[in-house]
């Protein structure tokens, strides 16, 4: 049974994730250049400078 709550548990995790990731890269998709996995965090500052 802990391996099957372990396994929902990674998929939740893994989904959350990718979620997140595709949120990022939809509200930053007005700049021409979508950023690598490496630099989400970083364009929300980018996108302040921009503007």
Request: hydrophobic share 45%; charged share 15%.
């Amino acid at each position: 049974m802990s391996a099957r709550i372990l396994l929902v548990v990674l998929i939740l995790m893994v989904g959350s994730i990718m979620s997140i990731v595709v949120l990022q890269r939809v509200s930053g998709a007005g700049s021409d250049k979508q950023p690598p996995e490496g630099e989400l965090l970083s364009t929300p500052t980018r996108m302040s400078h921009e503007q």
